[in-house]
């Protein structure tokens, strides 16, 4: 297989795991260059590949449109871990491999014969990506985990949703998204420490610490001022004016992060930037709900775009509310390669959205993306490529 360039070319990633976590880990190295080859139960593949709807394609064997965001730039291999078989096959693709990434429940590789020890037995370079619900130790450690769960558990819901509203989880799950993406920068780590040390290690992560490692002045909140945070809708609790405003014909959003800004911001709508109700941020989040009254009575006598076009003139920041059809139509977001176009063996060309990261104005820094793989598409290439690698040539 010809290598598709970008940082982690020639890097070899073996993924075990299933759902969304792992596999985004997975995904996000594979978007940087590296060799991603999914190992898959034969006949049922991912869990995810029957998630849906929406799915695509022919009737009697549709696609699950979940599916597809979260394993472009992968080969696909059906393997049985359970048999003698698939145990040898697993054994050579861990030799052959750079990266390992598993979520499975805290003890399942074991019970399979493959201990974090066993795996570094055979490959002593081998880096471990490992991710679970809620770490793989401590009083709850074994528990399985599931985004929403966990978005609970670790307090997100609390903060999320309309004030005074029942919590709210938010609208991706942001845990195993989280999760996937800290398990890849630390992978990159481990990486780049192998580069002086030859040896590999295990990198941890789950979906609790993933998210109260992103509570940032929330988290702070509490274990420095004493203070317990509630959700306040769309506005945010340290900072006046910011959060989202109705016009006559829709809604914007604005933020004042600063003193000058806010005096830009008052001037443009006539208000008082001196008003002592309103003069210090701290004044203006304690009279929040009087400060919202005043404003959105003067945005309501213009349109969105309007207002829009005078704020941004003044130089303070605002934005509309997109809804995520318009959001992959805009062309800004088109401009930052953030819409990824792939030729899929059955689905013809789609798009997906696309890698974050750009290295030289390239997504990824990737020469080449790949559709997300169909079940066992690359069942007779894997074997040959570890054929080359044992010495016995290539597969009959």
Known sequence: MAEPGGPLSGIVVLDLSRAL??????????????????????????????????????EDDPISSYFLSCNRNKESIELDLK??????????????????????????????????ERLHELNPRLVICSISGFGHDGPEGGRAGYDQIAQGEAGLMSITGAAGGEPTKVGVP???????????????????????????????????SSIVGV?????????VAGEVPRSIGNHHPSIAPYGSYSCSDGMLQV??????????????????????????????????????????????????????????????????IRTIDQVYEWEQTRSQGLVLPVEHPVLGRIELPGPPVRFDDVAGGRAEHLPPPGLGEHNEAVRAWLDTLDGAGPAD
């Open 174 to 208: 942001i845990g195993d998204l989280l999760a996937g993406l800290h398990g890849a920068y630390g992978t990159l780590a481990a990486l780049y420490e192998r580069e002086r040390t030859g040896r590999g290690r295990v990198v941890r992560t789950s979906l609790l």
């Open 255 to 320: 933020a004042v992060a600063s003193e000058g800004q806010w005096a830009k911001f008052a001037g443009l709508l006539g208000l008082d930037a001196a008003d002592p109700r309103f003069a210090r941020n701290a004044d203006r989040v304690t009279n929040r709900a009087e400060l919202n009254t005043e404003i959105e009575a003067v945005l309501a006598t213009g349109t969105r775009d309007e207002w829009l076009a005078r704020i941004d003139g003044i130089g303070v920041p605002c934005g509309a």
């Open 21 to 58: 976590a792992g596999p985004h880990a997975a995904m996000l190295l594979g978007d940087l260059g590296a060799r991603v080859i999914k190992v898959e139960q034969p006949g049922t593949g991912d869990d995810t590949r029957g998630w849906g709807p929406p799915f695509v394609g022919p």
């Open 83 to 116: 048999s003698e078989e698939g145990a040898g096959l697993l054994t050579r693709l861990v030799r052959a491999s750079d990266v390992l990434v598993e979520n499975f429940r805290p003890g399942v590789l074991d019970r399979l014969g493959f201990s974090m």
């Open 215 to 223: 509570h940032a002045f929330q988290g702070t909140r509490w274990t």
